[in-house]
């Protein structure tokens, strides 16, 4: 907050040198056409004058940005302040069982998140996972946070290629779908080095979240990459759910990625 107070600051003075420039450029350009029309005439009291007015003017503007940085920084606040719920508005988060944590532990109402165990990119159809994006194009939200890959692991699938192919398709029908919506896609969270040691299935999510940062890219689609604030602390004790506190974090790095 005090480096945006900063920024904003220097960008006050900015723009009253660059006020000052312009109204001290017209006073001079004023006093020049007046030498040039009567070169015998005394303009010193002009000059003067001109001086004032461009100062009276620069303390003026000076006024009116001070006054709109007090309006802006006010809009700022309140906007941080506002609860989850009313950044989520007009929002849904679809995706497995880790996004239903979301509205258990009341970070946001379970009417923003649309959740389902087991879900598999792969085999969507036979999990679901199509008809739940059928009713997401109907309820057509302007912003889409989707959360899917945990389940293919799960699943024992190998194939990272496939994988990456079947969230390409999600991605295709859901800008069709909703051109005039946004998506955004969170990587797979990765288990615990425990959980990873009992299912060596697991493995697949590093290579799972290349394919589908690079999918993310060709398609021009936001990738949210959540190993960069993953914690220890943030797993349950089987290594594969998170804890209440993994949530806010998670929250705060979707708000922020879509500027909501």
């Known amino acids: 907050m005090k480096k945006e107070k900063r920024s904003a600051e220097e960008d006050r003075v900015l723009r009253l040198a660059v006020t000052v420039m312009i109204v001290l450029f017209i006073a001079g350009g004023a006093v020049v056409a007046l030498r040039m029309r009567n ?57 497995d069982v880790i996004c239903q944590g979301l509205y258990e532990y ?76 946004t998506v955004y896609v969170n990587s797979i969270v990765p288990v615990s080095q425990a959980a990873l040691e009992e299912n060596q299935g697991y493995a697949v999510i590093d290579e799972y979240n290349r394919q589908l940062e690079a999918v993310c890219e060709s398609e021009q689609v936001a990738f949210i990459n959540q190993t960069e604030f993953m914690k220890e602390e943030y797993y349950e004790a089987d290594g594969i759910h998170m804890t209440a506190a993994y949530y806010p974090e998670w929250i705060s790095c979707m708000a922020g990625k879509a500027e909501l």
Do not use: W
């Open 106 to 181: 009341e970070y946001l109402e379970a009417g923003v998140v649309n959740a389902a165990q087991s879900l598999s990119v792969v085999h969507a159809d036979e999990t679901g996972l199509t008809a739940m994006l059928e009713q997401v194009i109907a309820d057509s939200p302007k912003k889409i946070f989707l959360v899917l890959g945990r389940g293919d692991s799960e699943i024992g699938g190998e194939d990272a290629a496939a994988f990456a192919s079947g969230y390409k398709n999600i991605l295709v029908s859901l800008k069709n779908g909703l051109p005039d919506s």
């Open 39 to 95: 070169l015998r005439v005394d303009s010193t009291a002009g000059e003067k004058k001109l001086e004032e007015l461009a100062k009276a003017d620069v303390n003026k503007i000076d006024e009116k940005i001070k006054k709109l940085e007090k309006k802006e920084e006010k809009a700022y606040e309140e906007r941080q302040n506002r609860t989850n719920s009313e950044k989520f508005t007009d929002c849904l988060i679809l995706g």
